[in-house]
């Protein structure tokens, strides 16, 4: 399980992600309180106008980051988002008013959709055997769950000796921490770029290409799945404890406790079991097992038993999160990984736009069974899109045609440019005019520069 860390670069990388992440919930727990400083009884409409300000900015600005990222050194990139995220979060404790928590909320959440995509696609680049990196996904997973239980922790401990305001500068110098263990990591150099390709097919091409990859699109579906149980059990759950079971806000901490335990328990088993089964059948065991749990909520148990659903959803949610990090590794080249993360996190956040309101909604004007019934049936829907979506015979060799054709771009001599030099054209990559003859082979397959469309499989 924890053979990856052998690897130092890896090893630093993770202990960046960790540092990164428990600086992030110590901001978490000192926005809120500035929140409330600001604005009273109004601060959970701040929090929430918060919260959907950084999902668009993650929908919005992660493909831009995605198109942006195979232009620069992949190291200073992260580097200089690090201390981007630094210097804007010490400007939080001298804020004043409320539209400066949107704007440097925005400009955060920005520099973390640029970050973040990429920072993911560089472990494969680090840990190439397969076995390995599905180890570290399990890894990164945890640090999650490590995190969502220590943070509020560390906050609670700091509080009682400092004011809120010291939580945000916590919070840079963990950011400082990252950008230095980044700094000592040593990443594979970048590809050339291709300089025929396009502002907008750069930024468009990680959506594009994921969307026309099947399997990806049921990760997608997945994703809808995932982000529909999450949200009841992140915006429901104080309400459960509160209103249904009548308990304090300490019972709250052990009914997420449940759910991260669940999380890390399903992080822990998965490379075994990776090892043994394929991913659809395990993806789609873990949404069948969340709309169960979710559907068994109509019961309005009592804490113990929920504890037991919450655990269950937790299982779901990071086995899906865990395998899509998987998939998205083997369906781009190396060099097009960041415009797929891109787009994942692009378009799984997206999901969560849409279920996050949705949870508060139903709960609040009809009730907890029907905020258990609705997402439930809307998890069930996502996992019944998936099955259909994600090709039973998911092969990832498969045969098909290369129509012939005349263009220019950068490219290296491989399968699919066998063609004479005069000598002029410079070593390689180089590009220049060339001629494709029409073809047919095998190789592993993904949507790239010559593979627009996924082939035509029979049955």
Not at 10 to 37: D, H, P, S
Not at 81 to 97: K, S, Y
Not at 278 to 286: F, H, Q, S
């Amino acid at each position: 399980m924890f053979s990856p860390l052998k690897n130092k670069d890896y090893t630093r990388l993770l202990c960046a992600q960790l540092i990164a992440l428990l600086g992030t919930g110590l901001t978490t727990v000192a926005l809120a309180l500035l929140a409330f400083q600001l604005a009273d009884e109004d601060a959970g409409r701040v929090l929430g106008t918060a919260l959907a300000i950084k999902m668009v900015a993650y929908v919005v600005l992660a493909p831009v980051a995605g198109g942006i990222a195979p232009l620069v050194p992949r190291r200073a990139y992260l580097i200089a988002l690090d201390l981007a995220r630094a210097g804007l979060v010490l400007c939080l404790p001298f804020v004043t008013q409320i539209w400066q928590i949107y704007v440097l909320i925005f400009l955060m959440q920005a520099c973390s959709a640029g970050f973040t995509p990429v920072f993911q696609a560089t472990i494969p680049d680090i840990l190439e055997n397969e076995e390995e990196y599905t180890k570290a996904l399990s890894l990164s997973r945890l640090a999650y769950d490590v995190e969502s239980l220590v943070s509020p922790a560390l906050a609670g401990a700091a509080l009682l000796v400092m004011g809120f305001s010291g939580l945000f500068v916590a919070n840079g110098f963990a950011f400082l921490a990252s950008a230095l263990l980044v700094f000592c990591v040593r990443l594979p150099s970048a590809k050339p770029v291709s300089t025929e390709v396009t502002w907008r097919d750069r930024i468009t091409f990680g959506a594009r290409a994921y969307l026309a990859t099947p399997r990806l699109r049921g990760l997608f579906a997945m994703s809808m799945a995932v982000s529909a149980a999450g949200s009841m059990v992140i915006v429901n759950t104080v309400v459960y404890v509160r209103s249904t079971l009548g308990l304090e806000d300490a019972w709250t901490a052990a009914l997420l406790a449940a759910f991260g335990a669940g999380s890390m328990a399903a992080a822990l088993c998965l490379p075994k079991v990776l090892a043994q089964v394929a991913e659809k059948p395990v993806a789609m065991g873990a949404g069948v097992l969340m709309a169960w749990a979710l559907a068994a909520g109509l019961l309005m148990p009592g804490f113990v038993v929920v504890s037991l659903l919450w655990f269950c959803i937790g299982v779901g949610y990071s086995t899906v999160l865990v395998l899509a990090g998987r998939l998205l590794q083997r369906s781009a080249s190396k060099e097009d990984r960041p415009a797929y993360f891109a787009a994942q996190f692009a378009l799984s956040h997206a999901c969560w736009l849409v279920t996050y309101p949705l949870a508060g909604w139903l709960g609040s004007a009809f009730g907890l069974q029907t905020a258990f019934l609705g997402l439930s049936v809307l998890v069930t829907l996502s996992v019944t899109a998936g099955y259909f979506v994600w090709p039973g015979n998911d092969l990832w060799e498969l045969e098909h045609n290369h129509p012939a054709q005349d263009h220019a771009h950068l490219h290296v001599h491989d399968a699919h440019h066998q063609h004479d030099h005069e000598g002029w054209e410079g070593p390689e990559p180089h590009s220049h005019p060339h001629h494709h003859t029409a073809m047919r082979h095998r190789h592993d397959f993904v949507i790239d520069f010559h593979h627009a469309r996924w082939p035509n499989l029979p049955g």
